[in-house]
């Protein structure tokens, strides 16, 4: 589903492209220009034809920017334009008529202010194939066009995805922002291959020019497909982990997900850099998979827990970093896992940290984890409404939270909203759990032993 303010975005996107090359003169005064621009925007296609689906699959990567600042040297702006331009006409079937609008509008405005960049650098360079004589000279403003063209692209993507509404499309941004320092670097890294089929044309034919370069531009798709594929891989061990700890608690079953997005939700309101929020999202996630070594006896249990018990209960963060230690891409993400159980003033576990002595995806996920609890159902209890989970946050913000976290969340509820869980069935018979570590209304009961 496009919303009707993206729709708007993408016919102010393809209206500026339409009017800026409208109004700019066509460098087609030298030998071969038609043809060269037909030989690119085939090229293009082709490039394109297969992109790279990034983590979230909600956008795509192509080397198709290759041909696009070919164009660039060898055709002028409006000729990169134009060549940007023939995305609307992808062979990709399953793109609608709004993702081949704005394609079309992006890689035709992203040409043509590539262009004009390359102009402003070097107003003497006559637009066609460069000769030997023209390098050095060439590379600063090819550099220029090709920073402006990939900035422009990466702009204009992350934008229509934020201002369309839908659910995938707030994904789709999130696995593009965290996924951004990787896009830049392949984005310049492969531009650079449009100054080569410049090159190749003033000394072979075009065609075989641009048969010669799609080997490495394919290779550039396989190995940004390789690096998204590997992302959903480490989501997908995410989510089995989640799902092996909610078998064991029947009252948990989504918790996960939704602390996880709760600390995703808190991390854009506070402005955490993307590939920081990204770890965050994968600690909330996985921050009660030390649940997994706790007795299932011990978690199900109705009545009070024997110390040794409230033992077991409370080692469940340190077992929970055992688990996922070596899994190296979480980096940050193990702080978050090991302390969130801590509290501000020092009374928590497994540590006792105390006020900043506590990670701050720690913190984070503390105040996450505390609000979906109280808002969803236990066997104890119906769950509670937002407003008084925001009481209870409230209440303990200084003592269990950071009141600092705790104003951020309830600025993300206010901005994002929040939906509860549904109602959760019956459990089977003798899966009860009475006893909540996560829920600050509902303190354990812990007995002395002898």
């Known amino acids: 589903m496009v919303s009707r303010v993206a729709w708007l975005y993408t016919a102010l996107v393809v209206g500026s492209a339409a009017g800026l090359m409208a109004v700019t003169p066509l460098n087609s005064h030298h030998r071969h220009f038609w043809f060269n621009l037909i030989v690119l925007q085939l090229l293009f296609l082709i490039c394109d034809c297969p992109p790279a689906p990034l983590a979230a699959r909600q956008s795509a990567w192509s080397p198709s920017s290759a041909a696009t600042l070919a164009g660039v040297v060898l055709l002028g702006p409006v000729g990169a334009a134009l060549v940007g331009a023939v995305s609307v006409l992808s062979l990709r079937r399953q793109l609608r008529l709004a993702s081949r609008l704005f394609n079309g509008g992006m890689y035709a405005l992203a040409g043509y202010l590539a262009g004009q960049a390359f102009a402003f650098v070097d107003p003497r360079y006559a ?3 460069p000769s030997g004589k023209a390098f050095p000279g060439l590379l600063g403003p090819f550099v220029a066009a ?3 063209h990939v900035l422009v692209n990466l702009l204009l993507m992350w934008g229509v995805l934020r201002v369309n509404q839908d659910r995938s499309q707030a994904d789709g941004r999130l696995a593009m922002e965290s996924s951004l320092t990787l896009l830049l670097a392949s984005d310049l890294g492969f531009a ?8 190749l044309f003033a000394v072979i034919n075009g065609v075989v020019a641009a048969l010669l370069v799609l080997v490495p531009l394919f290779v550039a798709r396989w190995a940004m497909g390789q690096f998204a594929e590997e992302q959903r891989a480490y989501a997908a061990t995410m989510a089995a982990l989640c799902q092996a700890v909610e078998t064991k608690d029947f009252y948990t079953r989504g918790h996960s997900e939704r602390v996880s997005r709760g600390s995703g939700m808190i991390a854009r309101q506070i402005g955490m850099r993307p590939d920081r929020a990204e770890a965050l999202v994968f600690a909330g996630m996985l921050h009660d998979v030390g649940k997994l ?12 827990l024997t110390e040794e018990e409230y033992a077991a209960i409370q080692l469940h963060p340190m077992r929970g970093l055992e688990i996922v230690r070596e899994i190296g891409f979480l980096n940050e993400a193990l702080a978050g896992i090991m302390h969130h159980h801590e509290r501000i003033d020092g009374r928590g576990y497994p540590m006792g940290f105390a006020g900043d002595e506590i990670p701050e995806f720690a913190r984070i996920i503390g ?16 769950a509670r409404t937002i407003a008084e989970g ?3 946050l409230r209440k303990g913000a200084g003592s269990q939270f950071d009141p600092a976290i705790v104003a951020a969340f309830i600025g993300a509820l206010e901005r994002d909203g929040w939906k509860l869980p549904e109602a959760a069935d019956a459990p089977p018979a003798g899966l009860i759990t009475a006893q909540d570590h ?3 209304t509902a303190p354990l009961r812990v007995i002395e032993t002898t």
């Open 293 to 304: 070594g706790v007795p299932t006896k011990v978690l199900q249990k109705a009545g009070p």
């Open 146 to 148: 090709a920073m402006v």
């Open 390 to 392: 925001v009481d209870e």
């Open 438 to 440: 996560d829920d600050p």
């Open 367 to 382: 105040v996450a984890d505390a609000f979906d609890s109280i808002t969803s159902t236990r066997s104890y209890r119906r």
């Open 192 to 199: 650079a291959l449009g100054l080569v089929i410049a090159a």
């Open 127 to 129: 637009f066609g194939p």
